[in-house]
């Protein structure tokens, strides 16, 4: 690929041009030569250099010369990139607006554009480019020069398209299309209400049809800035986009039933997008499996209210299989046997990988059978709609099974998740709502604080009896050697408008340091530093010198200040 420094040079656009107002005429005017410069002559396009920039086209800043000095004239100018394969513009021509006076394409954004265009793929052939500008609907455009890059362009691969982040951004999982027909499948491992887009090789960037202020989950366009979400369980998703019936389904699969070898139970690592367990195999030979279960299935029949809510009740009770063999996975309606062989008794740990679309794999590895999953160190705590931590419960102390943290409401009625990141376990109470203290891997609904109060909180969540609990927090108050070490002394005040405790505490002597009791008990304390504190845990407090001070507790955070008075 040819690469030159840019010289960027381009004079003004417009032609003399006459506009009214009050009556009165005045005109805009260019003040110098038309000119617009390309960073190469040629340029070849590979999959390999498709992420680096391969072609920048030039122009200089417009200058308008305007006769009326208080028209806003200046202030309408649109420039537009125009590319096509005739010289005289008289065919196919692919445009984007610009607001700055250059553009870069990278080798993937200019091969897109070749395909728009009907270019065909491994041959070099002229492309044109030229900058039109205009000043109103009624007003005839004006264009610079025209510059001509050599491209050879390679084949779009329609097979595969991309699932975006909500920004637009590529998470890793695409989804394939064997017949590059405009129909991908795959599964995709989703948070709840998990926001996407979805892009495919040409460019094409499908969103949720909406009327301006309600969107239709699982309709498709590529018009408007909504997004698609998924539903509210989190977990695998066999997730289809059928581009020609602009439409997308997401069958949720809870659970995965393997039969043919005792004592298998799967479990779902949504980084990985894959599902595991463990078995003991009794003898050496061939064993046949069967992998199957029960999805609830969501698409555009799935939608109630005037807000086209997705509606978990609407979602349809869905079989499903795999069939195929350890190599070549398939997925169907039904099940069918896939045969393993096993080279001795011994316990054995089944994967299957779903991460590559064009290519789902079952395999067995020895080891594993009697492990179980690691116990995770701490726990996280997931704000409603998944996308933040805010707050980490640790582990109480070795093996109990107990983490605790400090909980600070933002909000009232806050709703959150408790995660297992370790084991990617998702804590959510019964869906029947008979026990919301429960703690239920893949539940689709969210804990809740059951108050408007913006109260703190002890979190604690039990995973040997899959219970949580909360204890509010009544009184914080300072202890030390300036005080005796009361256990009641030196209270703190809450702000809910701010969310923080404070006190005012004179701090005579800094001896062992400080410690911040929570409720009057030595059994919980937050200590550490400043700028981080820990609950039961960590070092004492330690103030810089003695004197009054202002200490300020923001549980959020899990910070303090201490300011001397």
Partial sequence: MKKTN?????????????????????????????????????????????????????????????????????????????????????????????????????????????????????????????????????????????????????????????????????????????????RYAGFVGATSWMNLLFNEADGSIWRTANDGSTGTPFLLTTEGTWGLWYPSPAGCYYTRFDIPARQWTALHIPALTVTGADGISMAYKRADNQWTGSFTATAAGDITLRIEGTGKLYDNTTISGASNDIDDALAKDTPFGFGGTPDALTFGAAPADITFNIPAAGNYTLTISLANPQQWTATLTEGGGDEGPVAPTTLAVYNNDASAVIATLNVTGE?????????????????????????????????????PSSLVAGSSWNFWFDTGDLNSYILTADLNALTWSATTITAINATGDFNGWSTTADTFAYDAGTQTWSATCDISTVGWGIQLLINNSWDTMLKGTTDALQFNSGDNLMPAEAGVYLITIDLRAMTCTMVKQ
């Fill in 399 to 435: 093996d109990t099974g107990i983490y605790t943290g400090i909980f600070q409401m933002k909000a009232g009625w806050e709703n959150f998740k408790i995660v297992d990141t370790t084991n990617d376990i998702w804590y959510g109470p019964p869906t029947d709502g008979s026990s």
């Fill in 6 to 182: 840019i010289l960027l040079t381009l004079a003004a656009l417009l032609t003399l041009a006459a506009c009214e107002k009050d009556g009165e005429k005045y005109y805009l005017s260019t003040p110098g030569e038309n000119e617009l410069i390309a960073s190469s002559t040629d340029v070849v396009l590979t999959e390999d250099n498709a992420k680096l920039y391969a072609l920048s086209l030039a122009w200089t800043e417009r200058t308008l010369q305007v006769s009326y000095p208080d028209s806003p004239a200046p202030n309408v100018l649109k420039t537009t990139l125009q590319a096509s394969l005739t010289p005289d513009f008289s065919g196919a021509v692919v445009e984007s607006a610009e607001t700055g006076i250059t553009k870069a394409y990278t080798g993937a954004q200019l091969n897109i554009v070749a395909g728009t265009l009907g270019a065909t793929p491994d041959v070099a052939a002229p492309f044109y480019f030229r900058v039109k500008g205009t000043t109103g609907n009624n007003i005839d455009p004006v264009y610079s020069n025209v510059a001509t890059v050599n491209v050879t362009p390679y084949l779009l691969d329609m097979r595969f398209g991309k699932v975006l982040d909500q920004n637009a951004q590529e998470t890793g999982v695409e989804l394939f299309s064997p017949n590059a027909d405009g």
